[in-house]
């Protein structure tokens, strides 16, 4: 038995990289600073070790012909999950080059609030070390930010020291929508986050009332989405007197029809506070599974995000048009890849159409796929490595067991040159 | 296998050697003498009338890191109008202001370039600017690791700790982030602006550390040289874009007490305050301080008109800046208490007075240096424009007549506050050769890269001569990369992968003791996992890593 210190995680998004984890045999154990997120993805135990065609065990080689045989001669494949690591999304963006292939990340449809806001009129963001250090007012804006990472508070807020603050207890945090589920968010010295609830669909008038607050516009309403106008221009008084103010939202948990337009509005809010001499910064939630790290190999590799077509023999970004559920649904595509190398319950949309999993052992299918090929996670099964939420810090992943289970990339190239 | 290129007129100012007809002998990748006795010659390429030249370096280009992928995010509908199609031996892509990474490969290889180096590699996110390099076919890379901003080095440089203890600093840096080189963006100002500060000049403090960009940039310098680091401090000034920086300029020239230091993308920092729009060149006294100073090199960021995107360190300049962008949309980042990027489409127009005048200033720059083993080609890819402009760029220089008719249809107020008409000079092919490859290698330390001498990786480009330098550079006839014949008639035509180039500067490892201590205490990742192994770089069967001697040091 072995203990492996210092592991980071691919799971959380935020790039904790203090695990400790005992591994005996192909078997792991979050010994140290796990979490409700970390601890099962890295536990899960491996149950398949075997490709299988048609249901039946046969050797890798054998699935990846039949995987080739599948995607050649097709008109419009698709690929989607794009869940892995920086090496598995070089193979997959390569053998989607080949095969004029789409290209679409599981989380582009709630990234795509984050994308247009950015491609439309851009940003001013900042990085989990400076929210640790820095931030002195978090507004939190629409999520459950404990439930989705349990341990951003601990890490990036509640830390006993920091280079600029005298004392970190003494941050700020402000909910706007949803209320916090638990206490993580209640300082070490007991001072609780301000909470200021409304219902998720009304946040883009409350962002909107805020950022005209902060702007100094006059509000003619007492109140929007239940929240007064008082409350909002107390949270704008503090958004403008604060040293180094932090807005966060997760783009997938505004979970209506064009919220791209509530994270614009917040990211220009952030702006206006800095050309009112003051400084503010934007932190987008997310990198879980990977979905950073595909749209980032996708954007060096394409210039563009994950939701990319290469049918016409060279990339074309289309954020709608490219959603693999929707060319599914309309019969526009032939023969469905499947990759998810992280999460075993992340299955793929069900489709009569011809269908090659590439994911994490232990994936269970309503409808048994053609190809399965069970994959080593990165980061427990090979090395590798992955974007966190904050898009800049790419973190080394470890290999922390010897499973036998072929990495993404691998198995990927294999098909492609069998093609 | 033996190549041999007979009878081309041959350029390589490292050996001295200017248009004299010789045949170059490669063998297993190198270029080799010829042979003794008998022997076979197994491929020859008949070169008569044909220019010779060592593979071309852009010394400043950036081609790998998180801002550059920013700027490819920001800019579809700039991506759109260049597709790349793929083909048997390519990758499709994108091309124009910031191509995808494959096509920016192809792209360089197609004018006779074999390596680019990426000026401003952040330590946090040197990780990705090593995978996107990786993902750059056929050239050659290597980065500047950006330091100066980053809180270790300031509350060092507040604390007073001696010169040793920075240079240990530095040199840990260096090799955690797999670096040839150091820059140094707006010094201090980075950090700055994280505090509120919106400018930062030579000698104003950091409102936190209390430490100012002079000394920054003294204590860097110094470790760079006292390390043995071939490539001198990289350095980015105080107060880019600000009209009146040439004094700024100056004063860090002066400053800098006779170290080495290479000034980057100077036209950008060469700036008056003088006529009725209050926007001058100061681009004669720049380059009469860098003739009289012969420890000083710069590399031009020459402006060429048309749209681009501008993607800098400088967080601090850059939200200045966005007001200018074109189109309206613009990023900027604060990030992990190590650096920042500004991110900012500019569309340079030759009918707005600033914009001419800057393309005027870089010009003149280029014209009124003397010594060509000091100054480089270079627009700052993409920020003064896509280095696609590369031959444009060299016909401006070579070609006084094409030159003085592109002059005649700027803006004309930008006309009467140039000397440019006046200028006589026209660089030479040696002189290019010299800007473009002998000068930079030597720059950047590449040993065996940038000559034609037998021993040299047979990284060579031939071109046809033509009296249109812009088609000459354009399109040559060959380009070979470590003896692989890598581009026919400005084509790729087999495609490869290049090495990275490091140097490995010493340190004591007593330095990792407190760093250790300070990541745990203050930053988000442990000091084991910042650190960038070699087989991150080697692992994939592609890259590999090329140490560089230091000075002083036995090769």
């Not at chain 1, 090496?87 to 449809?109: C, E, K």
């Not at chain 1, 749209?295 to 994950?306: F, I, K, L, M, S």
Request: with cysteine; charged share 20%.
């Amino acid at each position: 038995m072995a203990e492996i210190t210092e592991v980071p995680s691919p799971f959380c998004g935020i790039g904790t990289d203090d695990l400790c984890i005992q591994v005996d045999g192909a078997s792991l154990k979050v010994v140290k600073n796990g979490c409700a997120v970390n601890t099962p993805a890295f536990e899960q135990a491996i149950t398949d070790t075997r490709p299988r065609v048609d249901g039946k065990d046969v050797s890798l080689a054998v699935a990846v012909a039949k995987a080739a045989v599948l995607l050649k001669n097709t008109n419009q494949p698709v690929i989607g999950g794009c869940a892995t690591d920086v090496n598995g999304m070089r193979a997959l963006l390569a053998l989607a080059d080949r095969s004029g292939a789409v290209v679409d990340n599981m989380n582009f449809t709630g990234a795509r609030n984050n994308f247009l806001a950015l491609q439309d009129s851009g940003w001013m963001n900042t990085t989990l070390a400076e929210v640790k250090n820095r931030c002195d007012l978090l507004l939190v804006v629409g999520i459950d930010l404990e439930s989705f990472s349990p341990r951003f508070f601990e890490r990036y807020l509640w830390n006993e020291e920091s280079m600029f603050l005298d004392d970190t207890g003494k941050r700020q945090v402000i909910y706007l929508g949803k209320a916090p589920s638990g206490n993580s968010s209640t300082s070490p010295n007991g001072q609780k986050a301000q909470v200021f609830e409304c219902a998720t669909e009304d946040l883009p008038d409350v962002v909107a009332v805020l950022r005209a607050l902060v702007k100094g516009n006059p509000i003619r309403v007492d109140s929007v989405g239940g929240i007064t106008v008082a409350d909002l221009q107390e949270i704008a008084d503090k958004l403008k007197a604060a040293s180094y103010s932090v807005v966060t939202w997760a783009a997938g948990a505004l979970a209506y029809s064009q919220a791209e337009l509530t994270v614009q509005t917040l990211s220009e809010m952030v702006k206006d506070i800095n050309n009112r001499n003051a400084r503010s910064s934007g932190l987008p939630l997310g990198g879980k599974e990977g979905d950073q790290t595909a749209n980032q190999v996708c954007g060096w590799t394409t210039g563009y995000p994950a939701r990319t077509r290469f049918s016409s023999g060279y990339p074309e970004y289309d954020p709608y048009l490219n959603d693999a559920n929707f060319l599914l649904a309309n019969g526009e595509a032939d023969v469905l890849v499947w990759v998810q190398a992280f999460n075993a319950k992340a299955i793929p949309p069900v489709t009569n159409l011809p269908t090659i999993v590439l994911g994490r052992s232990g994936m269970t299918f309503a409808k048994e796929p053609d190809v399965f090929i069970p994959v080593g996670t990165p980061g427990i099964d090979h090395a590798g490595h992955a974007y966190r939420m904050d898009n800049v810090v790419a973190i080394r992943l470890k290999k922390l067991r010897e499973s036998g289970l072929p990495s993404t990339s691998d198995v990927l190239h294999a098909i492609e040159q069998a093609l | 296998m033996l190549i041999k290129l007979t009878g081309g007129a041959v350029y390589d100012p490292a050996s001295g050697i200017d248009g004299a007809k010789q045949d170059i002998y490669i063998q297993d990748g190198r270029i080799v003498n010829k042979p003794v006795g008998d022997f076979k010659v197994d491929k020859e390429y008949d070169l008569k009338g044909k220019v010779v030249m060592s593979g071309a370096i852009d010394m400043h280009t950036h081609i790998g890191g998180g801002k550059g992928n920013i700027a490819r995010t920001l800019l579809p509908e700039d991506h759109r109008a260049d597709p790349v199609v793929r083909t048997d031996i390519t990758r499709s892509g994108c091309g124009h202001a910031m191509p995808s990474t494959f096509v920016t490969g192809y792209r360089y290889a197609e004018m006779g370039y074999t390596a680019g180096f990426e000026p401003a590699v952040l330590p946090i996110n040197a990780r990705q600017a090593h995978m996107e390099m990786a993902d750059i076919p056929i050239l050659d890379k290597g980065g500047y690791v950006l330091m100066g901003s980053d809180d270790y080095l300031l509350r060092m440089l507040t604390a007073k700790k001696d010169q040793k203890a920075i240079n240990d600093y530095v040199a840990f840096t260096m090799q955690a982030a797999k670096a040839i080189g150091v820059k140094v963006v707006n010094p201090g100002g980075i950090s700055a602006f994280k505090f509120n500060q919106r400018k930062l000049e030579l000698d104003e403090q950091n409102s936190h550390y209390g430490v100012t960009p002079r000394e920054i940039l003294k204590a860097l310098a110094t470790a760079v040289k006292e390390l043995g680091i071939t490539h001198p401090l990289h350095v980015h000034g105080c107060n880019l874009g600000v009209p009146g920086n040439m004094n700024t300029t100056l004063d860090t020239i002066q400053g800098i007490g006779g170290l080495p230091m290479h000034l980057t993308h100077i036209q950008f920092h060469s700036y008056g305050t003088e006529g009725d729009f209050k926007f001058s060149s100061g681009a004669a006294q720049i380059a009469e301080a860098v003739n009289l100073n012969k420890n000083i090199t710069i590399d031009v960021g020459q402006i060429l008109f048309g749209q681009t995107v501008t993607a800098s360190g400088d967080n601090m300049r850059q939200f200045a800046n966005h007001k200018h962008a074109s189109p309206n949309k613009w990023v900027t980042m604060d990030i992990e208490c190590d650096a920042g990027c500004g991110v900012v489409p500019f569309k340079y127009k030759d009918q707005n007075f600033v914009n001419a005048l800057q393309w005027a200033i870089g010009l003149e720059t280029f014209l009124l240096v003397d010594d060509p083993w000091r100054i480089f080609l270079t627009t700052d890819h993409p920020n003064g424009a896509p280095f696609t402009s590369y031959p444009h760029l060299i016909r401006l220089l070579m070609d006084r007549s094409f030159r003085n008719d592109v002059l005649a249809t700027i803006h004309p107020e930008a006309q009467k506050m140039t000397t440019l008409a006046s200028i006589e000079r026209e660089y030479s092919l040696q002189e290019i050769a010299i800007m473009t490859r002998a000068g930079a290698a030597r720059l950047i330390g590449l040993q065996d890269r940038g000559g034609l001498a037998a021993g040299n990786w047979a990284d060579i480009t031939v071109y046809t001569d033509n009296v249109d330098r812009q088609l000459m550079f354009e399109k040559p006839d060959y380009v070979f990369k470590d003896g692989e014949l890598v581009v026919v008639d400005g084509k790729v035509v087999h495609s490869k992968w290049g090495t990275t180039h490091v140097v490995k500067p010493d340190f004591d490892a007593s330095v990792e003791k407190d760093l250790q201590k300070y990541f745990d205490r203050f930053l988000t990742m442990k000091l084991g996992n910042f650190k960038i192994s070699d087989d991150e770089i080697t692992e994939d069967g592609r890259g590999s890593l090329t140490v560089h001697p230091l000075k002083g040091s036995v090769a």
